[in-house]
């Protein structure tokens, strides 16, 4: 049998993780890592892209651009559902390898799409789509290094994957405003687009933001392919893993989930046009990455205080931040002729990025714990041998409730970013969809202590 199928995977024996188990483990979280963070550099590319549309010579209105960068968040938490399931199907090397190639698809469409002003508004719709696959990945990647850590360490280890990986978001976001600015492929890039600025013209190459990932991509795609490996035991057809959608703690999580990746998915998706409709006079491409970048950062941390305090504990007091945060978006906004203040509006998302980072961690540590202790439960008094299904099943579960619950959170970056737009097209302001964010919160604080983190409660975790 090939060297890349590991036969034999029991992290949970503390000898075989010490002399085999974590070598192994650390291996496949490292090359998982950048395949992650380019999968969420592809999936945001259009929140940077979108702000620039009008000085490469494309005409559109605001809510045409909001919907630009809404969509991969749609195709994406769609694809996440097929993508929650493939791992035990194909196994993690071969479907990281594929999934990551498949990136290079948008990279070059949108590279060569954006050299010409004339593009249709049809064909960068269908490019915005085709960025959905940078967002799938998530489901399948954090599925993935999820069968490879013993409980005590799953935390931390799809913390430091979810997290690092998510510093795309930041990455795409600083990078793409100097690139574009920049002929960094000289000819073989295409001809710049130019705009006026002040008594200047300048010259701008939307097409290096897709370009310029290319190369990255199919360095990660050879890193995968030959370097990670397949846990035999953690093969598993969809019929199997279909049996957490009569888990009804699948269903809370996902609620949730949309609360915390939801949230980082969509105001990073939302910012940079939200920043730019609010405070005209500010460049939003200067900051937009500082929110995304704290979120990410963030996100280990979260893992790391719910493996000591308990993943609800957590994930409550997270929601009620949250909660406090948004009102201070709102007071920070322009109202009734005044101006609004930028450095409050700014300080206020930060704050709101970081605590989703945290709530992204401390969720998906209560998966594991949630779904190995029902099926311990279930078990108890049955033998050893049933207790050693008990954590085969919980792992396959978990692995698979943690792909799902992050196809469902990822619908937050379509909502959020579109109730921006509708908002500002229905009544100039973008305070409804957040008085509606502060009641969806509530009513995650009121799951999270109700099931999880009250004393008594029925799945402490």
């Known amino acids: 049998m090939s060297t890349s199928v590991l036969t034999r995977w029991e992290p949970e024996n503390a000898a075989f993780w010490q002399n085999t188990g974590e070598r192994i483990a650390y291996r496949n979280l490292w090359i998982s890592i950048p395949a992650l963070m380019l999968a969420f550099v592809i999936w945001?590319?259009?929140?940077?892209?979108?702000?620039?549309?009008?000085?490469?010579?494309?005409?559109?209105?605001?809510?045409?651009?909001?919907?630009?960068?809404a969509l991969p968040?749609?195709?994406?938490?769609?694809?996440?559902?097929?993508?929650?399931?493939?791992?035990?199907?194909?196994?993690?090397?071969?479907?990281?390898?594929?999934?990551?190639?498949?990136?290079?698809?948008?990279?070059?469409?949108?590279?060569?799409?954006?050299?010409?002003?004339?593009?249709?508004?049809?064909?960068?719709?269908?490019?915005?789509?085709?960025?959905?696959?940078?967002?799938?990945?998530?489901?399948?990647?954090?599925?993935?290094?999820?069968?490879?850590f013993p409980k005590a360490k799953k935390g931390l280890a799809t913390g430091l994957n979810a997290g690092i990986g998510n510093l795309g978001v930041s990455v795409v976001q600083f990078v793409t405003p100097l690139v574009v600015s920049l002929a960094v492929f000289g000819t073989l890039g295409g001809e710049p687009q130019q705009y006026q600025a002040g008594d200047a013209m300048k010259n701008l190459w939307l097409q290096n933001a897709g370009f310029i990932w290319v190369p990255f991509i199919v360095v990660s795609s050879l890193a995968a392919w030959f370097g990670m490996h397949d846990i035999a035991d953690a093969r598993a057809s969809f019929a199997e893993q279909a049996i957490i959608f009569r888990r009804k703690h699948n269903w809370l999580m996902c609620w949730l989930y949309v609360g915390t990746f939801g949230s980082f998915i969509g105001f990073s998706a939302g910012l940079a046009l939200l920043t730019k409709s609010q405070f005209p006079g500010v460049n939003p491409t200067a900051y937009a990455f500082l929110g995304p970048l704290v979120g990410a950062l963030t996100r280990p941390v979260g893992g790391w205080i719910s493996d000591k305090l308990g993943g609800a504990r957590?994930?409550?007091?997270?929601?009620?931040?949250?909660?406090?945060?948004?009102?201070?978006?709102?007071?920070?906004?322009?109202?009734?002729?005044?101006?609004?203040?930028?450095?409050?509006?700014?300080?206020?998302?930060?704050?709101?990025?970081?605590?989703t980072g945290i709530g992204n961690g401390s969720t998906f540590r209560m998966i594991p714990v949630i779904f190995l202790t029902e099926r311990q439960r279930a078990a108890a008094?049955?033998?050893?041998?049933?207790?050693?299904?008990?954590?085969?099943?919980?792992?396959?579960?978990?692995?698979?409730?943690?792909?799902?619950?992050?196809?469902?959170?990822?619908?937050?970056?379509?909502?959020i970013p579109k109730s921006f737009g509708t908002s500002l097209e229905l009544t100039g302001s973008a305070d409804a969809a957040l008085y509606c964010f502060i009641a969806f919160y509530?009513?995650?604080?009121?799951?999270?202590w109700w099931c999880y983190a009250r004393r008594n409660a029925a799945m402490p975790c």
């Open 381 to 415: 008094g049955k033998g050893d041998m049933a207790q050693r299904q008990a954590l085969q099943e919980a792992g396959k579960e978990s692995a698979a409730v943690l792909g799902f619950s992050g196809a469902i959170g990822a619908y937050g970056g379509f909502f």
């Open 44 to 69: 945001m590319l259009w929140s940077v892209v979108a702000v620039n549309l009008d000085r490469a010579g494309f005409q559109f209105t605001k809510n045409q651009l909001f919907w630009l960068t």
């Open 314 to 355: 957590v994930t409550l007091w997270t929601f009620v931040g949250m909660i406090i945060a948004v009102f201070g978006v709102l007071a920070a906004l322009p109202h009734d002729g005044a101006a609004g203040s930028f450095p409050g509006f700014l300080a206020a998302f930060v704050a709101l990025f970081a605590l």
């Open 73 to 148: 968040a749609l195709s994406g938490a769609t694809l996440r559902i097929f993508y929650s399931f493939l791992v035990p199907v194909f196994g993690g090397r071969r479907f990281t390898a594929i999934s990551t190639a498949l990136l290079l698809i948008p990279a070059l469409g949108m590279g060569f799409a954006l050299r010409d002003p004339s593009t249709s508004y049809p064909t960068l719709l269908a490019l915005a789509l085709l960025c959905g696959l940078g967002g799938a990945n998530f489901s399948s990647s954090m599925a993935n290094i999820s069968f490879f």
């Open 442 to 448: 509530v009513s995650c604080v009121l799951v999270t």
